[in-house]
């Protein structure tokens, strides 16, 4: 069945756009009390070579990334197949930071010890996008920090990569 635009039920979406795979970020900042913040997204991308961009949309209402914007800079780590568990502790509920091992940048950006690529940004503009803001982060550092496949987000369940 094809659904039009002023009839999307918002489970057909989700259903429907869950056939798309999509990697999984830890973005994280500092708050002004020196407090580590994190939101976990599957949206991240690149976006320009020149200049340097990436974005990422988080929920607009989601506090985390109220927090976060509050900063004006974030770092992306993303997260390897291996690291589901840390996935699932970083975008839970307390402490999400207990027991995570993770070093501050040298502009005091928390990046995770085992992210297979760290990038930090400035927070360069943010759009409305429906019930999201489109992150748009100007790139100022970036770095491989190990070998791996990346976590995946597809169909409501983490996996890996298989190469062909």
Request: aromatic share 8%; charged share 15%.
């Amino acid at each position: 069945m094809t659904q039009t635009a002023t009839a999307i039920e918002p489970a057909d979406y989700r259903r429907v756009l869950g056939h798309y795979p999509t990697g999984v970020a830890a973005i994280t900042s500092t708050g002004a009390d020196g407090a580590p913040l994190v939101l976990v997204v599957g949206t991240f991308t690149s976006v320009s070579l020149d200049p340097p961009l990436v974005g990422f949309l988080p929920t607009s209402t989601s506090a985390s990334w109220q927090a976060i914007a509050a900063t004006g800079r974030f770092a992306v780590n993303v997260l390897g197949s291996d690291q589901a568990a840390l996935c699932g502790q970083l975008a839970g509920r307390g402490d999400k930071f207990a027991g995570v091992e993770y070093a501050l940048s040298e502009d005091g950006l928390p990046l995770l010890a085992d992210a297979l690529i760290t990038i930090e940004a400035d927070i360069s503009a943010t759009l409305p996008a429906g019930d999201h803001d489109f992150v748009l982060g100007a790139v100022r550092r970036m770095n491989v920090g190990r070998e791996g496949d990346p976590l995946l987000f597809h169909r409501g369940n983490y996996g890996g990569f298989a190469a062909l």
